[in-house]
């Protein structure tokens, strides 16, 4: 092998990455500022006399057309596009309601089915689609989207390893075999592996990142608070602040023949000091239904909104079941669905001395009303040591007055385009579901689905045709398209490509793995084994997977043939290696969750570099135990 000469290029390239890194770790400006700024430098220092090969300067911005960078922006859009039919919704739901509301017992669900979920679709669109059912479990469990986006993440890069169409470098792993295979004899040639060949080196890796995090989350994950204006308002925290009552939303089964079978909702309401909210019964659900003309018939499901004590009251006076949680309302009354708002009414309105019975508000309108707030005065339903519940739905309405009710968002957003009404509730999610379009949006998931796996044909022309086939059937406008696109990742990932083109292209990384080698030179197998693991994760951290894979495949089965080792092995310890990115936020999964997550880089840094020795340790082991 030829000795390599340490250039002025490579010194400058190894300060660059200095730079950085430094840059990262500090965090001195935003991340994806500090990766334009060093794609601003490679640039200029590119036309200095003797740096010219540290960037093709006609071809500096080719990052932003790059495979992974349109790859991301159009399953981003994709995802948008489930997301806006509802499914993602229905997901979540189905993941609360077998997964409960504890970080322990979701956090696995998410992590697992997102690790399989990449094993045949490349990782950053697999997590890239789970990213906004990642926010409604966020929303409505309680757990801070920081706790759950790094499991699902590197989960998704963990899952690449489980086929080996589950990522680039195991994708052009057999024909860099093939390659390697023309120039050596015929008792010497490798092998090429079969679809399956690595799944049990992936599971493991998968089932131990999910044990890594169970058992030392509550260690090394960050608990971010994020303000998120798609939460809404909880009823809880709105009752106990106004009034400072416990308050809550609950679901209760009312059997045939119940107590309560015929009697009006308004009466039920007033004995027992609650709101009903819904109903549900023969499949059907009422949402809103007006209390003073629907009648109870059991058997039936109420959701209902008052304190516990009145609910258990109501379920043991009637004979009837308090669920532990909302199971038939979930959905409907998540708060990313609905929640507390409040109205004014308008000099000029024309609800203006009527009362909400007369104008049927809760039909109409699809505003429960809790309260008003008349001047200093406040009517309430609810019973409290101050003053007594209210007939509200009987007190004519005057100007001025400020209806305070729960309702569905997209019953508020209707509201605020209605004169009778000016909405004082302005932070609620004001996207338009369009269930309708389902049918469509799984179709061109479906169409991209297909192409990838059993197509050749590039990925990110995959994905951006079930883009396009969403925007073209009115799943999502293209104006909502470009708001999917998370533009801070692109131009994160886009912008630090060329810094890796220059670790390869000026003979750096070359040069950097020499000199590994050679401090390897006479080590026992197993020792030759790990180096070439641990030199491809470091490359991956700063250059792409596929160039550390195309760079290190023909290395590693040279030193694997000159140690009397199995070359394909070593070839195949590489690949899987350059999954081994942790530590940064460089790989696409990474940069894709640190900003909905509100990571910053030193919480990769926790988190990913004990992940990374795991990962090493597994690995190998799993490596060496299967072939």
């Known amino acids: 092998m030829e000795t390599l000469a340490f250039t002025t290029e490579m010194a400058v390239v190894i300060g660059l990455l200095g730079f950085t890194v430094f840059l990262f770790v500090s965090e001195i400006v935003r991340i994806d500022l500090a990766a334009v700024l060093v794609l601003v430098i490679v640039g200029i220092l590119s036309y200095i006399p003797g740096l010219e090969n540290l960037a093709d300067v006609p071809h500096l911005f080719d990052g932003f057309a790059s495979n992974a960078v349109i790859s991301i922006i159009a399953v981003m859009i994709v995802g948008a596009g489930l997301d806006k039919t509802g499914i993602m919704n229905k997901v979540a739901a189905a993941i609360l309601k077998h997964g409960g509301k504890t970080e322990a017992r ?9 690790g399989f979920i990449s094993s045949f679709l490349q990782n ?19 757990i801070a989207m920081s706790r759950l986006l790094m499991p699902m993440g590197f989960c998704a890069i963990l899952g690449g390893t489980m086929t080996m169409v589950g990522s680039s470098p195991l994708i052009l792993l057999n024909d860099l075999i093939l390659t390697a295979n023309a120039s050596l004899p015929a008792d010497m040639q490798m092998d090429t592996f079969g679809l399956f060949s690595v799944t049990p080196i992936g599971i493991a890796l998968v089932a131990t990142g999910i044990l890594y995090f169970v058992l030392f989350g509550r260690f090394v994950l960050p608990n971010v608070a994020r303000d998120d204006v798609s939460t809404g308002i909880s009823i809880k925290e709105y ?14 089964d009312l059997p045939a023949g119940c107590s309560l079978d015929g009697e009006m909702m308004v009466e039920a309401m007033r004995r027992h000091h609650i709101h009903i909210l819904g109903s549900y019964y023969q499949g059907q659900r009422f949402l809103a239904p007006p209390p003073v003309t629907t009648e109870i018939t059991t058997p039936c499901r109420l959701a209902i909104l008052g304190e516990r004590r009145e609910a258990e009251n109501l379920a043991k006076t009637h004979g009837a079941r308090l669920l532990d949680d909302l199971d038939i309302f979930s959905e409907e009354y998540a708060a990313t669905n609905a929640g507390i708002a409040e109205v004014v009414i308008p000099p000029g309105s024309s609800l203006i001395g009527k009362t909400a019975i007369e104008v049927e508000i809760r039909k109409i309108y699809g505003l429960s009303m809790l309260a008003i707030y008349r001047g200093e005065e406040t009517l309430s339903l609810v019973e409290t040591e101050d003053h007594k519940p209210t007939r509200i739905g ?5 100007a001025g007055d400020t209806l305070v009710g729960f309702i569905h968002w997209n019953r508020l957003a209707k509201l605020s385009k209605d004169r009778d009404f000016v909405v004082v509730t302005s932070d609620f999610p004001r996207e338009e579901l369009r269930p309708q379009k389902v049918m469509w949006a799984l179709f061109f998931f479906a169409v991209s689905l297909s192409m990838i796996l059993f197509t050749d044909v590039r990925l990110s022309l995959c994905l951006l045709t079930g883009a396009v086939g969403m925007m073209l059937s009115k799943v999502l406008s293209i104006d909502e398209a470009y708001r999917s696109v998370g533009w801070n990742t692109v131009f994160l990932l886009a912008s630090l490509i ?22 390897l030179d006479g080590w026992p197998i197993w020792a030759l084994q790990a180096g070439i693991a641990i030199l491809a994760t470091v490359f991956s951290l700063v250059m792409s997977n596929v160039g550390a894979t195309v760079l290190l495949v023909p290395l590693a089965v040279s030193i694997a043939l000159a140690a009397g080792a199995n070359p394909a092995v070593f070839a195949l310890t590489v690949a899987i290696s350059t999954s081994n990115s942790f530590i940064i936020p460089t790989h696409q999964v990474n940069a894709l969750i640190m900003g909905p997550g509100g990571y910053k880089v030193i919480d990769f840094v926790r988190s990913g570099g004990i992940m990374t020795v795991l990962f090493l340790i597994v690995s190998m082991v799993m490596l060496n135990l299967v072939f």
């Open 394 to 398: 009987y007190e004519p309405l005057q």
């Open 239 to 252: 009752v106990r602040k106004l009034y400072g009552v416990e308050t809550d939303l609950f679901e209760i």
């Open 106 to 114: 979701i956090l696995p669900i998410i992590s697992g089915t997102v």
């Open 498 to 519: 060329p810094l890796g083109q220059a670790v390869q292209n000026t003979g750096t990384a070359a040069w950097i793995a020499q000199q590994i080698l050679v401090l």
């Open 124 to 142: 950053v669109g697999a997590a890239a689609l789970f990213l906004p059912v990642v926010s409604r479990i966020s929303t409505r469990s309680g």
